[in-house]
């Protein structure tokens, strides 16, 4: 019996080869998000209006974690988390976004440094200080954790930006939190996006639920994979339909 479920987990290791799952999709994500925020007409944006830069620190944030998930490391998923928590503190506007950027790229280059070091010594860092099932335990919840600060981005502007941009704007374009962040109360782009990164995390979590620890390295359902092209195929639809409404009022 003990055979014929550890071949199934073989067979089932196999069709998964490329180890398809969250991580995968945050890396997508990520990458397609700051390729975006790279291109020629993102830097115009920027130079117009300097608070766009929030956008490159989300991306970092997101293609950090994405990584971590695959490097099974407690320090480099503690670092990734740590990281996370820039995100609701970056979309908030409490802080210079461009200032934030740059703390998260500090953040990435110290993740791929430790990385790389663990990787060379073929040994993570705290492997034996820590009970296996201390080890097991915060590498699961920190990404759990880094999931739910990544669906903060959307819950912060759908919960705590949206409903007070009108009145901060009678006050003036530079007002509260728009200080360091732009109106995008009427981005289409940006409802959609938010609002299909909170259905993902929604279902990446379930997912977590069921794969538990997953001690037998099973295969992740690869739901929340697929969802991540809905989030970006939406996203980019929602941009057309927004700007040829501005360009056919």
Do not use: C
Not at 225 to 241: C, K
Request: hydrophobic residues 55%; glycine residues 4%; charged residues 15%.
């Amino acid at each position: 019996m003990t055979e014929t479920s550890e071949n199934t987990v073989k067979k089932e290791s196999k069709s998964n080869k490329y180890q398809i799952g969250p991580g995968m999709g945050l890396i997508i994500i990520g990458i397609s998000y700051l390729v975006w925020w790279i291109m020629p007409f993102a830097f115009a944006s920027y130079n117009r209006d300097p608070r766009w830069a929030h956008n490159w620190a989300y991306a970092i944030i997101i293609l950090t974690v994405g990584l971590a998930w695959y490097h099974e490391s407690a320090v480099s998923r503690i670092i990734a988390t740590v990281q996370a928590f820039m995100l609701p503190a970056t979309a908030s506007g409490s802080f210079n976004t461009l200032l934030m950027t740059f703390i998260t790229i500090i953040i990435f280059i110290i993740w791929l440094f430790v990385v790389l070091i663990e990787k060379a010594k073929s040994k993570m860092f705290l492997v034996d200080k820590l009970e296996k099932r201390t080890w097991m335990w915060i590498k699961m919840h920190t990404v759990i954790v880094a999931w739910i600060l990544i669906a903060h981005m959307s819950l912060v502007f759908l919960i705590g930006r949206v409903p007070l941009e009108e009145q901060l704007l009678g006050f003036g374009t530079y007002a509260g939190y728009l200080a360091n962040l732009p109106p995008e109360k009427l981005e289409f782009a940006t409802w959609t996006f938010d609002i299909t990164l909170l259905i993902w995390a929604v279902i990446v979590l379930y997912e977590q639920f069921k794969m538990g620890y997953n001690v037998q390295k099973k295969p992740w359902p690869k739901w929340s994979f697929y969802w991540v092209f809905v989030i970006i195929a939406s996203s980019l639809i929602a941009l057309l339909i927004q700007d040829l409404t501005i360009g056919f009022p």
